[in-house]
Every structure is written in structure tokens, then in C-alpha cells.
């Protein structure tokens, strides 16, 4: 289903996020184009729009749907460097996939 707001957020430019998993070491890349995952490769490259940093551990739960990255933010252990808009645009899209949070 397709709603406006969803809509919107396709309009909105390109995203290149960072992933840094900080007890590992291990750095990733997403480039997001009109909502839809174009790639992800290791390392990072170019300059990101978001940083995402927390432990790998956080991350596999996050991107296994085992945790809402939400509830973690707001603890202090995943941390989002971006601007207020794209911070925003993030935790919108959390209450979305975890609205039981």
C-alpha cells in the first residue's frame, strides 16, 4: 500500500548511510535511491548522509526484525549522526515496522 507520506520520502534524494559496528571494527554502506536499497557493500565509501554506530550485535538483532532500534537510541546505545530531518525520517519509519514499542 502506498500512502502520500510514503510517497514523499521517495521524492527526497539519494541517502548514503555508514554502519559502524564499534566493537568490531566493521564499517558498511547503504546507498538508498527513492526508498529502495540500490547497494550495500563493506567498508565505507563516499560521504554519508546518516551515520549509524552501535555494537555488531545491535545490528544483527536490528536487521533481523529481534530489535527495535528505536528503544536502543533512546537508551544511548545506538547512536544516528544525520541531519534532524533524516533523524526524524528514521525514527518514523521504526514506529512503522515496530509500532509495539
Known amino acids: 500500500m502506498k500512502t502520500k507520506d510514503c510517497a514523499r520520502?521517495?521524492?527526497?534524494?539519494?541517502?548514503?548511510?555508514?554502519?559502524?559496528?564499534e566493537d568490531t571494527g566493521d564499517k558498511f554502506t547503504m546507498n538508498v535511491v527513492k526508498g529502495e536499497i540500490i547497494s550495500f557493500e563493506s567498508?565505507?565509501?563516499?560521504?554519508?548522509?546518516?551515520?549509524?554506530?552501535?555494537?555488531?550485535?545491535?545490528?544483527?538483532?536490528?536487521?533481523w526484525g529481534d530489535l527495535n532500534p528505536s528503544q536502543k537510541y533512546l537508551q544511548g546505545e545506538i547512536r544516528?549522526?544525520?541531519?534532524?530531518?533524516?533523524?526524524?525520517?528514521?525514527?518514523?519509519?521504526?514506529?512503522?515496522?515496530?509500532p509495539d514499542a
Do not use: Y
Not at 9 to 21: D, I, Q, S, Y
Not at 43 to 63: A, L, R, W, Y
Not at 80 to 98: C, G, H, N
Open 9 to 21: 520520502c521517495r521524492e527526497t534524494g539519494p541517502k548514503l548511510l555508514h554502519f559502524v559496528a
Open 80 to 98: 544516528v549522526k544525520a541531519s534532524q530531518e533524516d533523524v526524524v525520517r528514521l525514527d518514523a519509519i521504526t514506529m512503522i515496522i515496530w
Open 43 to 63: 567498508g565505507t565509501n563516499g560521504t554519508p548522509d546518516i551515520i549509524v554506530t552501535t555494537t555488531s550485535e545491535n545490528f544483527c538483532d536490528m536487521f
